[in-house]
């Protein structure tokens, strides 16, 4: 089985300070550990991938196998950061492609 | 955005009626996906397909089925819908990694 932890459901910052949203997991296998965004009246959308290791909208992501974690960090928040983040991890069951999603963590950048 | 949709956007029904969601591609992705969102439950998989007419369960199937008879469309069904069917489903598309494609999601409202 596979399963992600986002134990935070809100965090809320001011502009400028760093940024960690928690993101943990198990799966037996090898997984792809994915960060998807949501902004306010969009449909959710790929931010950043473990596998391709590069900074998107000043955002970074480490894959951590010790420790079973993708947390997400970004060292001064923006206003324009303010979203619902997901955390995904893409397994394999039954020889097919499954992807399964945390429970979210809304960010809140107070000015 | 990948050419991905969904019908309809919005829908109002009474209990015990049947609803029919539809998502419709023109990526020619192989994997497609259901899933439902919840506050508190973030992202939850109900059904997906990994070809025409191969389909498999998430992990909130109950109650819904699923049809794939073409590459193209993915139709989600609910039989008897229920209160606790209100929410926000979302389709989504992919090739051979984790990385999905969303649709802008469609909103169902059980009365």
């Known amino acids: 089985a596979q399963r992600v932890t986002q134990p935070e459901k809100l965090l809320s910052v001011f502009k400028g300070a760093p940024v960690e949203l928690k993101c943990n997991y198990s799966?037996?296998?090898?997984?792809?550990l994915f960060w998807y965004v949501q902004y306010s009246r969009q449909r959710l959308q790929l931010l950043l991938r473990h596998i391709s290791r590069e900074s998107i909208k000043g955002f970074t992501a480490d894959l951590n196998k010790g420790e079973t974690s993708f947390h997400l960090k970004k060292p001064f928040a923006q206003e324009e950061d303010s979203a619902m983040y997901y955390c995904a991890l893409s397994g394999h069951s039954g020889g097919y492609q499954k992807v399964t999603f945390g429970t979210g963590t809304k960010l809140q950048v107070i000015p | 955005d990948a050419g991905i949709t969904q019908s309809p956007r919005h829908k109002v029904t009474e209990t015990g009626t049947p609803v029919t969601l539809r998502c419709h591609q023109t990526e020619n992705h192989r994997y497609m996906y259901w899933y439902r969102q919840d506050p508190g439950h973030g992202l939850r998989l109900i059904h997906y397909?990994?070809?025409?007419?191969?389909?498999d369960k998430g992990e909130v199937s109950d109650g819904y089925s699923v049809s794939r008879s073409k590459t193209e469309d993915f139709l989600l069904t609910l039989e008897s819908a229920t209160s606790s069917q209100t929410s926000v489903y979302f389709c989504?598309?992919?090739?051979?990694?984790?990385?999905?494609?969303f649709g802008e999601g469609s909103r169902l409202t059980v009365l």
């Open positions: 989504a598309i992919s090739e051979h990694s984790g990385e999905l494609f």
């Open positions: 397909s990994y070809g025409v007419k191969d389909t």
């Open positions: 799966y037996s296998g090898s997984p792809e």
